[in-house]
């Protein structure tokens, strides 16, 4: 299985590459536009660091040979934090060669942090950090979880992340007056700063040999993002999105709806699942799949942190994948 690229989408990430680079963030590279073989494993492990909730009376079950355990703290006395927001530690396995990736990292690092002790994982084993979209609960504890970890973890560490728009200054409307409130902007120096490398995935990229992402997601359906977050594409004092190669130039500065362009998902290809083998997590999913195209990756599109997680369009669905428990899901 391949995924393709257009020329003309590859001399727009060239120029953007070109422009990033002029705007000194040397720790950016773009995804080649290359067509991708997508990986097959054997196993998935997906364990919840950060989400809105937990329960302690969470009983493992299973659907469709995907299986789904609780995350049990190791202390008694101290619960869980929970936050609006997510972080989810993947662990695919293929033969003998097991990786582990982080994907997304809540909305404070204490949650993150506090969580990953009590959870007992170790940060270790990370061998890559994956970004879905700009929003603030999904990498609000980014900096603060490598500011503790990042001294233990591997020299040549990659964050993998959508696009330029993830780099973008948000806000939100507060108030009955709608005043515009600061929800946020990841300066790139910082995480420079730190060791990090990032590729910017607006094609499909494998990582790791395991795992494998969308790229940008084209709009071809009816179906609109609803009103969540504001974006403002403009840079300003060498921090903020420089969205030149992907928008019109009278986007520039402007202060618009949120439509997270680019906003990508993470998948995996698991050997003998028949029509269920394509795992994709969209923590989010405020861009959908159309029914053409994507090779097939739509049968597993779901999310843990918005509305279910179905195998596949019409099938079954995962116990109580809808109120973001703490656990362990293992196909």
Same mark, same amino acid.
């Given at each position: 299985m391949t995924f393709d690229l257009s020329r003309r989408d590859a001399l727009k990430m060239s120029a953007g590459f070109a422009l990033s680079a002029a705007g000194?963030?040397?720790?950016? =590279?773009?995804?080649?536009?290359?067509?991708?073989?997508?990986?097959?494993?054997?196993?998935?492990?997906?364990?919840?660091?950060?989400?809105?909730?937990?329960?302690?009376?969470?009983?493992?079950?299973?659907?469709?040979?995907?299986?789904?355990?609780?995350?049990?703290?190791?202390?008694?006395?101290?619960?869980?934090?929970?936050?609006?927001?997510?972080?989810?530690?993947? =662990?695919?396995?293929?033969?003998?060669?097991?990786?582990?990736?982080?994907?997304?990292?809540?909305?404070?690092?204490?949650?993150i942090n506090g969580n990953m002790d009590l959870l007992q994982v170790d940060p270790k084993k990370i061998d890559a950090l994956i970004m879905s979209h700009?929003?603030?609960?999904?990498?609000?504890?980014?900096?603060?979880?490598?500011?503790?970890?990042?001294?233990?973890?591997?020299?040549?560490?990659?964050?993998?992340?959508?696009?330029?728009?993830?780099?973008?200054?948000?806000?939100?409307?507060?108030?009955?007056?709608?005043d515009l409130a600061d929800y946020g902007m990841l300066d790139r120096r910082d995480i420079a700063k730190q060791n990090v490398k990032v590729v910017l995935c607006e094609s499909p990229v494998v990582i790791g040999g395991v795992a494998f992402t969308t790229g940008k997601i084209k709009?071809?359906?009816?179906?609109?993002?609803?009103?969540?977050?504001?974006?403002e594409f403009k840079q300003?004092?060498?921090?903020?999105?420089?969205?030149?190669?992907?928008?019109?130039? =009278?986007?520039?500065?402007?202060?618009v709806p949120d439509e997270h362009i680019h906003e990508h998902a993470t998948c995996f290809n698991l050997k003998d699942r028949g029509a269920d083998r394509h795992f994709l997590l969209r923590p989010c999913r405020?861009?959908?799949?159309?029914?053409?195209?994507?090779?097939?990756?739509?049968?597993?599109?779901?999310?843990?942190?918005?509305?279910r997680l179905p195998s596949r369009a019409g099938a079954g669905r995962l116990p109580d994948a809808g109120r973001r428990r703490n656990r362990q899901a293992r196909p």
């Open positions: 000194g963030f040397s720790c950016v =590279e773009l995804a080649s536009a290359a067509p991708i073989e997508v990986p097959t494993i054997d196993k998935l492990s997906v364990r919840v660091l950060v989400d809105s909730a937990s329960d302690n009376f969470f009983r493992a079950q299973e659907v469709i040979g995907v299986r789904t355990e609780p995350g049990r703290s190791r202390d008694a006395k101290r619960p869980l934090h929970s936050e609006w927001g997510l972080s989810l530690y993947l =662990e695919p396995q293929r033969g003998d060669e097991k990786r582990t990736f982080l994907l997304d990292f809540g909305w404070t690092p204490e949650a700009g929003h603030f609960d999904h990498w609000g504890g980014l900096l603060g979880f490598l500011d503790k970890h990042r001294k233990d973890m591997n020299a040549d560490l990659t964050m993998y992340a959508g696009g330029e728009d993830n780099f973008c200054q948000r806000y939100v409307k507060m108030g009955g007056m709608g709009r071809n359906s009816i179906e609109k993002v609803l009103p969540n977050s504001l974006v300003k004092d060498g921090a903020g999105c420089n969205a030149s190669h992907y928008l019109p130039a =009278e986007m520039e500065g402007k202060i405020h861009r959908q799949f159309g029914a053409a195209g994507h090779g097939g990756v739509g049968r597993a599109e779901g999310s843990r942190h918005h509305g």
